[in-house]
């Protein structure tokens, strides 16, 4: 056999070792001999090619490889490979709400143009898109008196991206707190002379579908063209549902499970921190928006389709005691911080009704998986980015793999980051290489061992585990 | 041409002279990494493409010879792959993954069913037959791919592989699976539930025969056989009951049947059949047929007799079609 489909997806040696020790058995095919000293012109030739070569197929063959299977994919890569099969990926949104504004001043304003208002929020700014719709972005002069003020509602758009800029409902404040930025008079308020209020509901958005979910999503929906409700239709139709709204959110739900029975199908719904929002009677909600859904493109003549919000069960894994090396250097915050980081990333993505040993069986939240996790790193899913400040015990994918770093620091400004099993300084960077793929669990560093008094807990079919947890590190010293 | 080749082809003389040929090499050298660089992005697009082919006068598989890529291919596309399917036949089904023939468009129907587990059970796809667990109607899918549909009303009809059709007036048998099964299994009198019969070989050398001796370790080495030994969990390679199949086997029909059939309207057996001759639609099979409801369990109860006797045709062996077995 020539070439495998392991050679095409796993990075080469980043030092361009593998090349040159190749280039020179090849060169004496040709005729050549090539010393191999470090000092010989040849060889010092041999070497810049294997280092280039390796860093050119490194960083655009295997990327561009990888991404024509879905395992592989990741990263913008990832993005491309299902939305040539049709599925696109969710975006990070720019979250918005209307909000009431007041003119408690003397001076007609027309606050209507973009940008014209602009409020803060736990140090996130948010700017007007224009008025909503159905109001003018005018507010008269405020007559005096006891009279209510004039009145206009503006959509407010986060200025940043992100679920970090989301508010909770009548949270911006009103007077006398003043606007990051608006025309005197103007503030946050419903206007009402009396006994002024703010109300508004809550800007909401979204972080962006991880590849994980987006691996998830596109295989299933293979189903979308078959014209009978099988299985893997009921989450593709689940897992593609937005919300109303301008724009169109998608549904916080990420978990599904379908119970089939005689001629009907109950749907459990999970979203990654509980139970999905909502029921089948509130228009606007998860749960009812992802049954309007199945109920169209799953509902065959005879099969009852019930959707419902997977029951929540607590489960409390008490205490997980880890035990880490002196030796390591790792801080008992940050040995807690990456184990709170894998449990919760694990628990988010564990089906609703647990994990089965035997198929068909109960299902269960297994202790052994827990203390695994416990001891465990999360492989992040974020690409690497030039000019970056990376913190200790930062991980990012580049060029297919996965990469920590124990120290941190600045990422260069160039290039394409961090290659192969053994990549070079990056910046300020030291990137250990972890794997391939942008998502999963490894060895903690320093961890060694965990104690926990938890034992396996049976979850029911339709339920949803949320597993609360103590960490508590202790770190040894392996010489005394 | 090889870059490196062509490189060589344009020298000149005083290229190659003895003092610069080294120089030379050198180049030659360069050309032959831009050579590797490009013939691994080329593989590597082949690889991608599920075109396996194994023509005459066509490189095998098309030219990217390890086919473990199809596998890759056929996670996302939700193609399952059979235990002793051709990369070919593979490859082919990977490209009609969304067909309305075999493909996604079928899906929940009977052809989407029959057509997956042909493809899983080839090269040689067995016999195989629809039925209902309480009704009369029968589809057959024949080894050649044609259909037919027969019903116990009498107005089925063939479908040839020519895409006509032909009226069959065959009355078919009017299936009772369990109505009359005591105790009566917890699905009894539900509607919409039916069953495969697929007929032996299953898929050569494995489904071929029964599980031999208490003392034959059969073709995938039985751990029920040696009572002296305590495996873990079995590995998918083990032996099952009733059949040379091993685990994998049932669990990749389990898997086909699950994924490519209606929600709400449950699979419940997987009969293989080593008798030809059994389970015809038209009622000619000497043996046993499943019409007087009392089939729900392995054995009935006779009465007169206390005793259990078994229940359903004795040359068969009835898988539960949900992985972990239904309820008894």
């Known amino acids: 056999m020539a070439v495998t489909i392991d050679d095409l997806v796993t990075p080469l040696a980043s030092d361009g070792s593998e090349v040159r020790g190749d280039l020179i058995a090849i060169a004496g095919y040709l005729g050549l001999t090539i010393p191999q000293s470090p000092s010989e012109p040849g060889y010092q030739l041999v070497d810049m090619m294997g280092r280039w070569g390796t860093r050119l197929w490194n960083s655009r063959a295997i990327p561009a490889i990888r991404a024509q299977f879905g395992r592989f994919a990741s990263g913008d890569w990832a993005t491309l490979l299902w939305r040539s099969r049709g599925v696109d990926k969710n975006l990070a949104t720019f979250g918005s709400v209307p909000v009431r504004l007041e003119n408690r001043g003397g001076t007609f304003q027309d606050v209507s143009a973009p940008g014209a208002v602009q409020l803060a929020y736990n140090g996130k700014t948010y700017t007007s898109a224009g008025p909503a719709p159905g109001s003018t972005g005018t507010l008269g002069i405020w007559p005096g008196g006891a009279t209510n003020y004039p009145t206009t509602i503006l959509t407010m758009q986060a200025d940043e991206v992100g679920s970090a800029s989301n508010v909770p409902p009548n949270a911006f404040a009103g007077y006398p707190a003043t606007p990051a930025s608006a025309p005197p008079g103007v503030y946050v308020g419903d206007g009402i002379f009396a006994a002024d209020t703010v109300t508004h509901g809550a800007l909401v ?240 560093p320093g961890v060694f061992d965990v104690a926990m008094s938890f034992v396996d807990t049976a979850v029911a079919a339709y339920q949803v585990a949320v597993i609360a947890y103590t960490i508590v590190v202790v770190i040894v010293d392996q010489g005394t | 041409m090889a870059l490196s080749d062509f490189i060589d082809s344009i020298a000149p003389p005083w290229a190659k002279a003895a003092s610069r040929v080294h120089w030379w090499s050198m180049f030659r050298l ?46 996302d596309l939700g193609v399952l792959h059979g235990l002793t399917e051709s990369p070919p036949d593979y490859a082919y089904r990977l490209r009609h993954a969304a067909s309305p023939g075999i493909g996604w468009q079928a899906g929940g129907l009977v052809t989407g069913v029959l057509e997956q587990l042909a493809g899983i059970l080839g090269p040689t796809p067995p016999l195989m037959r629809v039925f209902q667990l309480q009704g009369g109607d029968w589809w057959t899918r024949n080894q050649d791919g044609s259909y037919v549909h027969q019903r116990h009303t009498g107005d089925g009809r063939r479908y040839n592989l020519d895409g006509t059709t032909t009226p069959d007036a065959t009355v078919a048998v009017l299936v009772d699976w369990d109505s009359a099964t005591v105790p009566p299994p917890a699905d009894q009198g539900q509607a919409g539930r039916w069953g495969i019969v697929i007929y032996a070989p299953l898929n050569t050398p494995y489904g071929t025969t029964d599980d031999g001796t208490f003392d034959d370790p059969g073709i995938v080495g039985d751990l029920w056989n040696d009572p002296t030994t305590q495996g873990p969990d079995p590995g998918p390679w083990a032996g099952t009951v009733g059949t040379n199949a091993p685990i994998c086997l049932v669990d990749l029909v389990r898997s086909v049947v699950a994924q490519r059939s209606m929600v709400g309207f449950a699979c419940c057996y997987v009969v293989i059949a080593f008798d030809p001759d059994s389970f015809n639609p038209d009622g000619s099979s000497s043996g046993a047929y499943p019409t007087d409801g009392t089939w729900g369990h392995h054995t009935k109860f006779v009465a007169f007799a206390n005793t259990r006797i078994p229940a359903r045709l004795g040359t068969a062996e009835y898988w539960p079609a949900a992985p972990g077995g239904r309820a008894p």
């Not at chain 1, 003549?301 to 205490?319: D, E, F, K, M, Q």
């Not at chain 2, 075109?51 to 006068?57: E, K």
Request: charge should be negative; charged fraction near 10%.
């Open chain 1, 205 to 444: 958005a979204s972080n962006g579908e991880t590849d994980v979910a987006l691996l998830a999503r596109g295989r299933a929906a293979q189903a979308l063209a078959s014209p009978m409700p099988v299985l893997l239709k009921f989450y593709a139709v689940a897992l593609s549902t937005f919300l109303p709204g301008s724009p169109p959110t998608p549904v916080a739900t990420s978990r599904v499970r379908v119970i089939p029975g005689a001629a009907t199908a109950d749907v459990y719904l999970a979203t990654p921190s509980g139970p999905s929002p909502g029921d089948t009677s509130t228009p606007g909600t998860d749960v009812y928006e992802i049954d309007v859904r199945l109920q169209l493109f799953c509902g065959a003549p005879g099969l009852t389709i019930r959707t419902h919000p997977a029951a929540l069960l607590n489960v409390n894994a008490g205490t997980l005691t880890l035990y880490v090396t002196a030796s390591s250097g790792v801080t008992v915050a940050a040995a807690t911080a990456t184990a709170q980081a894998a449990l919760d990333d694990w628990q988010s993505k564990l089906p609703i009704g647990g994990m089965r040993k035997v198929a068909n069986g109960i299902g269960y939240v297994f202790a052994a998986e827990v203390g695994k996790i416990a001891q465990s790193q999360l492989q992040a899913s974020a690409s690497w980015a030039r000019g970056q400040t990376y913190l200790p015990g930062a991980t990012v994918t580049a060029n297919g793999s996965a990469y920590y770093t124990a120290t941190g620091g600045i990422s260069a400004t160039t290039g394409a980051g961090p290659s192969g099993t053994v990549p070079p300084p990056d910046g300020t960077i030291t990137w250990i290489y972890q794997g391939p793929g942008a998502s999963g669990y490894v060895q903690a």
């Open chain 2, 30 to 75: 360069a050309g032959v990494l831009i050579d590797v660089l490009i013939e691994g992005v080329y593989q590597g697009r082949k690889a991608g493409m599920p075109n396996a082919v194994d023509l005459p006068g066509i490189e095998a598989y098309g030219g990217f010879e390890d086919v473990r890529s199809l596998d890759y291919i056929g996670e």
